[in-house]
């Protein structure tokens, strides 16, 4: 449901999560994470303009985040990269679908849409990477899954 950039861009947010403490060097960034550096510089420069990473040049420079992993929410990052993609409208694809003119699917699909929205809202960054104890990810109520860390 989510682009490649805006799992990228998670993946990155992950690394840089997990080594709070350090500045992490693009290029290493890139081969931890297997996404080719010329994408991820342009992930990350993203990432620094929406107040979430920053860098510092020079010797001993590098990538960080610039907000604690437990205020980051999943959302706020998505957002940057797949906007409206991610509050999809009708899984028909029909313009009039609405809860007054409802295509066969609308019941079903609005509350697994919503269920998955309201998992990007409600998880941070700390939820998905190593910072902390991990809870579950509030994603019992999808169809096909458990509440257990993978």
């Known amino acids: 449901m ?4 805006a799992q990228y861009a ?3 947010l992950v690394k840089l999560a997990e080594e709070p403490a350090k500045t992490v060097l693009g290029r290493t960034m890139a081969e931890q994470t297997d996404i080719p550096a010329n994408y991820l510089s342009k992930i990350l420069l993203t990432l620094g303009n929406a107040g979430i990473v920053e860098a510092t040049r020079g010797s001993g420079g590098g990538y960080r985040l610039s907000r604690d992993p437990n205020t980051i929410r999943l959302i706020d990052v998505v957002e940057r990269f797949d906007g409206a ?3 999809p409208t009708c899984l028909l694809g029909s313009p009039e679908c609405s809860d ?8 079903s699909w609005k509350g697994i849409r919503n269920r998955f929205l309201d998992f990007l809202e409600s998880t ?3 939820d998905i990477s ?4 991990r809870s579950p ?3 019992s109520a999808l169809p096909g899954t458990t509440s257990k860390d993978p």
């Not at 007054?100 to 019941?107: F, I, L, Q, T």
């Open 130 to 133: 190593n910072t902390k104890v």
């Open 124 to 126: 941070t960054l700390a």
């Open 137 to 139: 990810l509030h994603i």
């Open 10 to 12: 998670l993946r990155a």
């Open 85 to 87: 993609r991610i509050k």
């Open 100 to 107: 007054e003119s409802a295509c066969s699917a609308h019941d």
């Open 2 to 5: 989510l682009s490649t950039t």
